[in-house]
C-alpha cells in the first residue's frame, strides 16, 4: 500500500488513526466513563480538555458530536475573534430551531482573553451552544473563574507506553502490514513508542516517517535520528547508567556533576516524573535527617513539575537536585528501617507489643492489664521518661544511629542526653 497513491486525496496517517467511537479510543478510562454516562442521557455539559498533547482532546470532541448528533465547529483561540464567535453564536441559534445542537470545540481556549471568554458565557448557560475546550494549561490559572464555573474539567493523563503500541498495531493494521517484503521489529516499535512520551500524535508521525524507508526497524531509525537514537533508547544501558550517575552525583555532594546529568536525561526526553522520583528518593535516603528540609522540597518539586511541564520543569529540577546535592548526608534512616525489617522477616519467635503500650481504647482492655503501668512522657521533666518499648527479644536493639552532619548532630546529643548514651 502506497500512501502517496493518490497524492490530492492523501491525509496523514496521524489524521487518519483518529478513532471514531469511544470504543476505539485508547487510554483515559476513567474518562471514557464519564463521557458514556453523559451520553447515555439527554443532557450534555459544556467541558475543558486539560492533558499533554497528543492525549485525544481533539479526537474525544468529535466522537461526543457524533454520538450525540451535534453540529461540530473547530476553531483555534490563537486564530479567532469575537465576529468569528458571533456568528458562529448566530448560526447555532437557527440550528437550535430545528433541534439541532451545536458543539463549539475551541483548542487552545487558555489564548483567549477574559473579553472573548465572558462572551461566551451567556451562550454557554443558556445551552445555546455546547463548548468543548481543549488547553495543555492548567485552566484553573488560564480560563476565568465565570467560565470555569459553567463548566466540566476533564484531565487526560499522558498515554502510556502499552497504550501508545496498542495504537501503532491499529496503524499497522490500517496499513496492510507486514508482508514478507516488508520487515515490522517490535524493537523499533518499543523504542517509538517510548520517544513519543505518551503523545500518539508524535508516536504516529513517526511510524509513518519510517514507514517510507521500507521497513520499521531499528536501522531505519537509525537512518532518521543518528546520534538521537541512542540518547533516546530509555531501555538501554545509557538510560540506565546515566540515571545511576545522577543519582550517585548527588549522594556524592557533587551539584556540577548533578546538574549535568540532569542536562542530559532532559535533552534525552526523559520523563520528568522519572528524574522527579530520583530526587525525592535520594533525598530520604541519602540526606534523611541530617536536612529534612530536603524532602519537603525534593516532593514538592516532584509534584510542581506535574503542574507545570516542560520546558519549565527543568528549572525545579535543577533547584531540587542541587539542593539535595548541597544538602548534609546520612542514610542512618535508610539503614534503620532495612535493619529493622531485615529482625522482622527473620524473627521465629512471638514478638508481643509489651503490656504497657498495648491499646487500652476498648472494653475489657483493662481486664488484661493492658496499659498498666505505662509512663506518660508528658508527665515528666523534660517531656521525657525511661521505659522499655521494644519486645522482649529486641529489647537491645539499636536500629538508628543519627550521624554528626547536619540536623542528625542535633538528634544524637538529644538521645544521648534522655538515654544517658
Not at 523499533?188 to 521500507?214: H, K, P, T, V
Not at 546520534?227 to 555532594?253: P, V
Not at 534523611?288 to 506535574?306: F, R, T
Not at 534503620?336 to 509489651?354: M, Q, R, S, W, Y
Request: a neutral charge; hydrophobic letters at 40%.
Amino acid at each position: 500500500m502506497n500512501l502517496f497513491a493518490d497524492i490530492e486525496n492523501y491525509v496523514p496517517l496521524a489524521e487518519r488513526m483518529r478513532p471514531q467511537k469511544l470504543s476505539d479510543f485508547v487510554g483515559q478510562e476513567e474518562v471514557l466513563n464519564f463521557l458514556t454516562k453523559l451520553i447515555g442521557g439527554n443532557y450534555f455539559p459544556s467541558i475543558i480538555f486539560f492533558g499533554a498533547p497528543g492525549t485525544g482532546k481533539t479526537s474525544l470532541a468529535k466522537i461526543i458530536s457524533n454520538e450525540i448528533s451535534s453540529n461540530f465547529v473547530k476553531i483555534n483561540a490563537a486564530l479567532s475573534g469575537i465576529a468569528e464567535l458571533r456568528k458562529i453564536v448566530q448560526k447555532a441559534e437557527e440550528e437550535r430551531n430545528f433541534n439541532v445542537r451545536t458543539i463549539l470545540f475551541i483548542d487552545e481556549i487558555h489564548r483567549f482573553n477574559k473579553s472573548q471568554q465572558d462572551f461566551l458565557l451567556p451562550y454557554v448557560e443558556d445551552g445555546r451552544i455546547i463548548l468543548i475546550g481543549a488547553t495543555t494549561e492548567n485552566p484553573f490559572f488560564e480560563v476565568n473563574g465565570a467560565l470555569l464555573s459553567r463548566v466540566k474539567i476533564l484531565q487526560l493523563e499522558k498515554l502510556t507506553v502499552d497504550d501508545i503500541k496498542k495504537i501503532l498495531q491499529r496503524a499497522i493494521d490500517e496499513l496492510k502490514l507486514p508482508d514478507k517484503n516488508f520487515p515490522i521489529e517490535d524493537r523499533a516499535i518499543e523504542i517509538i513508542s517510548d520517544y513519543s512520551d505518551g503523545d500518539a500524535r508524535i508516536a504516529l508521525n513517526l511510524l509513518e516517517q519510517i514507514y517510507f524507508d521500507g521497513g520499521i526497524t531499528v536501522d531505519n531509525l537509525r537512518k532518521i535520528w543518528g546520534e538521537r537514537l541512542r540518547k533516546y533508547d530509555k531501555s538501554g544501558d545509557n538510560h540506565y547508567n546515566t540515571a545511576s550517575a545522577f543519582i550517585k552525583s548527588m549522594r556524592g555532594s557533587n551539584p556540577n556533576a548533578a546538574v549535568f546529568y540532569l542536562a542530559k536525561m532532559l535533552d534525552g526526553g526523559e520523563d520528568v516524573k522519572f528524574i522527579a522520583r530520583r530526587i525525592v528518593i535520594c533525598a530520604a535516603e541519602d540526606v534523611g535527617n541530617a536536612d529534612p528540609q530536603a524532602l519537603i522540597l525534593a516532593n514538592a518539586a516532584a509534584q510542581a513539575v506535574q503542574f507545570i511541564g516542560m520546558p519549565e520543569a527543568r528549572i525545579i529540577l535543577a533547584q531540587a537536585a542541587i539542593y539535595v546535592a548541597c544538602a548534609p548526608k546520612s542514610n542512618a534512616a535508610y539503614m534503620a528501617i532495612e535493619n529493622a525489617l531485615a529482625d522482622v522477616k527473620n524473627f521465629k519467635g512471638v514478638d508481643e507489643v509489651p503490656i504497657h503500650l498495648r491499646d487500652t481504647h476498648y472494653k475489657g482492655a483493662k481486664f488484661f492489664g493492658y496499659g498498666k503501668n505505662y509512663k506518660y512522657p508528658h508527665d515528666f521533666e523534660g517531656h521525657f521518661v525511661k521505659q522499655n518499648y521494644l519486645p522482649k527479644d529486641f529489647a537491645d536493639k539499636k536500629y538508628y544511629t543519627p550521624s554528626e552532619n547536619g540536623y542528625e548532630k542535633i538528634f544524637k546529643e538529644y538521645l544521648k542526653k534522655c538515654w544517658n548514651l
